[in-house]
């Protein structure tokens, strides 16, 4: 077993003090809520803890701190072995939906989801592969229905999207990307298109909120802005009237 790492604790894992106060704690007979309240944690973090890192050698489940902390230990190292890199039937079942190619035990083909054509933003329709293939969330959730009982054939949309577009996580060929409802072959960061697209109008362009050199109309176009601003009131208030 390697040493065990006494580092003080960083507020956002527990240490190996906390550990052996947990073991104790539970030893003495206290609940999740206590213990965590003693330590001044989560009692979601100390029910997870007892979960994840329990001893579980000679068929019973004990908490000890030093098993727990090795755990803990052996789960944090990096880099990790991609999941879809080691698991063939998981790999094989992502392939498929993400290319729209599905089958059931029998050979029979299954339609993919109805996605709708949405202009012409994405290529020409006849280079869109997407129209009968799988987002990466439409899978992961489909995996919870398939395989309800089976640990094993689980996995986040978050994953798949790093499989197919970082290449050093692996497993996924790189051609499936062009089965994405965006069709990119390079992510693109939320932040860098969030200034795209439509905008509402902005307050600084609200009636409400115009000079007030407007009201005596002296500069040439304020008597036009004013005459289109009541015909819109105008309209909106007959069209009220009338749906009454």
Same mark, same amino acid.
């Given at each position: 077993?390697?040493?065990?790492?006494?580092?003080?604790?960083?507020?956002?894992?527990?240490?190996?003090?906390?550990?052996?106060?947990? @073991?104790?704690?539970?030893?003495?007979? *206290?609940?999740?809520r206590q213990i965590a309240s003693q330590l001044g944690r989560s009692?979601? #973090?100390?029910?997870?803890?007892?979960?994840?890192?329990?001893? #579980?050698?000679?068929?019973?489940? $004990?908490?000890?701190?030093?098993?727990?902390?090795? *755990?803990?230990?052996?789960?944090?190292?990096?880099?990790?072995?991609?999941?879809?890199?080691?698991? $063939?039937?998981?790999?094989?079942?992502?392939?498929?939906?993400?290319?729209?190619?599905?089958?059931?035990?029998?050979?029979?083909?299954?339609?993919?989801?109805?996605?709708?054509?949405?202009?012409? =933003?994405?290529?020409? =329709?006849?280079?869109?592969?997407?129209?009968? @293939?799988?987002?990466?969330?439409?899978?992961?959730?489909?995996?919870?229905?398939?395989?309800?009982?089976?640990?094993?054939?689980?996995?986040?949309?978050?994953?798949?999207?790093?499989?197919?577009?970082?290449?050093?996580?692996?497993?996924?060929? =790189?051609?499936? #990307? @062009?089965?994405?409802?965006?069709?990119?072959?390079?992510?693109?960061?939320?932040?860098?298109?969030?200034?795209?697209?439509?905008?509402?109008?902005?307050?600084?362009?609200?009636?409400?909120?115009?000079p007030a050199e407007v009201e005596d109309r002296a500069v040439p176009? *304020?008597?036009?802005?004013?005459?289109?601003? =009541?015909?819109r009131t105008n309209l909106s208030g007959l069209s009220s009237w009338?749906?009454?």
């Amino acid at each position: 077993m390697p040493p065990i790492s006494l580092a003080e604790p960083s507020g956002r894992y527990l240490s190996f003090t906390e550990r052996e106060e947990i @073991a104790l704690l539970r030893v003495e007979g *206290h609940g999740v809520r206590q213990i965590a309240s003693q330590l001044g944690r989560s009692p979601s #973090t100390i029910s997870r803890e007892l979960r994840r890192n329990a001893a #579980t050698r000679g068929g019973r489940v $004990d908490y000890r701190a030093s098993v727990a902390q090795w *755990h803990a230990e052996s789960r944090g190292k990096r880099p990790k072995v991609a999941k879809l890199a080691v698991n $063939d039937r998981l790999r094989r079942y992502v392939e498929q939906r993400l290319a729209g190619v599905v089958r059931d035990a029998e050979g029979r083909p299954i339609p993919g989801p109805n996605v709708p054509w949405k202009g012409r =933003r994405h290529g020409r =329709r006849a280079d869109r592969r997407w129209g009968v @293939a799988w987002s990466p969330e439409q899978i992961s959730k489909r995996l919870q229905v398939d395989f309800g009982d089976d640990e094993s054939m689980r996995i986040s949309h978050e994953t798949i999207y790093q499989a197919l577009y970082i290449q050093g996580r692996g497993a996924l060929k =790189r051609e499936l #990307t @062009a089965c994405l409802r965006t069709g990119r072959a390079l992510r693109v960061p939320r932040a860098r298109t969030r200034g795209r697209g439509k905008k509402f109008v902005t307050p600084e362009v609200l009636i409400t909120n115009r000079p007030a050199e407007v009201e005596d109309r002296a500069v040439p176009g *304020h008597w036009e802005g004013d005459r289109a601003t =009541r015909s819109r009131t105008n309209l909106s208030g007959l069209s009220s009237w009338r749906g009454g």
